[in-house]
């Protein structure tokens, strides 16, 4: 059932990770289309204990088959499946995948995204052996965002371009090479309700505060993450007073997206320490993270410890 798609201009240069890209920029698009007419939930909940939405659910299928039908790709997770999908014929690499991120703003009409991971072994592991990652972000415009570890490049996606029209027949267009943090950080988001914060969490925010930063919180991951990665500054979804584990998933989530923020230059944290140096043991497993500039998030750690 495996079949390799036509290359395409190299997005990062490795074959499979570039495969899944292509997948993922095409999928993207029509995911987007297929948004206004799966704003409903559906019955029952996901592995995490969250409402699905139809939207949800679709977007999930639709990468699922795609993505698991490529050469070299051995197994599909989600945060919408309660376990990972084999290929019949195996493959050296595993992707996770939060297939709609934030779709409790589709109603509001806010941003949302879909955040990929491509790791050298199964979920779940460690964030060391992610190889890429990529995130999508649904706002005014659909863009890309990609790294291999080394650097990160953000690339405008375009609809029905993948047929052929000219300059961008790839379906994508090259807006930022090599991203990285500006040193000079404006914005803060941290997520939970603030009287759920730990005294510490308090305190490491009125410390931005009094920096003079400024508060851009949407209330999705990726849409969130996009603001620190342009005007510098730091993104967390903190430990809570009375869920130290806080809200956002390790594989699916804090991982891949603290790999990127690093190729750009950041830093990516549980309050404690190096992410990385997490090897959750389930699948769902959720994470406190800090993530953005390195001295913002040094601070924060700083006072967490
Ligand atoms: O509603 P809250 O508590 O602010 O949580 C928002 C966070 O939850 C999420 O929506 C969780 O992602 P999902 O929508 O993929 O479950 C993040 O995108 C966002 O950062
Ligand atoms: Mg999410
Ligand atoms: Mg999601």
Redesign the pocket.
């Known amino acids: 059932m495996s079949q390799q798609l036509p290359p395409s201009a190299d997005w990062i240069g490795h074959p499979t990770v570039d495969a899944v890209f292509d997948v993922v920029r095409d999928t993207a698009s029509e995911v987007r289309e297929a948004l206004p007419e799966r704003r409903a939930y559906v019955e029952g909940h996901n592995p995490s204990g ?1 409402k699905v939405r139809a939207a949800d659910e679709y977007a999930d299928e639709l990468f699922c088959e795609r993505l698991l039908a490529l050469e070299s790709v051995g197994s599909y997770a989600s ?1 919408e499946r309660e376990s990972a999908r084999t290929a019949d014929d195996g493959g050296e690499f595993h992707l996770a995948l ?1 297939p ?5 703003n589709l109603t509001s009409n806010n941003p949302m995204g879909t955040i990929v991971s491509v790791y050298d072994e199964p979920v779940p592991t460690t964030g060391d052996h992610l190889v890429a990652a990529a995130f999508v972000l649904y706002g005014p415009n659909t863009t890309m965002v990609v790294s291999d570890g080394d650097s990160v490049d953000e690339y405008l996606i375009e609809a029905g371009a993948a047929e052929g029209s000219g300059e961008d027949d790839d379906g994508r267009k090259l807006l930022r090479e090599g991203l990285t943090l500006p040193d000079d950080p404006t914005v803060y988001a941290f ?2 309700r603030r009287p759920d914060w730990t005294d510490d969490v308090t305190e490491a925010v009125e410390a931005l505060e009094d920096d003079r930063l400024k508060l851009r919180y949407g ?3 990726i849409a ?1 993450v996009m603001q620190v990665l342009t005007h510098g500054g730091v993104f967390a ?1 903190p430990e809570l007073a009375d869920t130290p584990e806080g ?2 998933r390790y594989c699916f ?1 804090c991982a891949p997206v603290g790999f990127v923020v690093e190729a750009a230059g950041g830093r990516v944290s549980d309050g404690y320490g190096d992410l990385f140096e997490t090897d959750p043991d389930r699948l769902h497993e959720r994470s406190p993270v800090y993530l953005g500039n390195e001295e913002l998030v040094d601070r924060i750690e700083a006072k967490l410890s």
Do not use: H
Not at 100 to 104: A, K, Q, R, V, W
């Open positions: 969250e945060e939060d709609l991120d934030g779709s409790s997520g939970g209330g999705a991951f969130d979804y809200k956002l989530e």
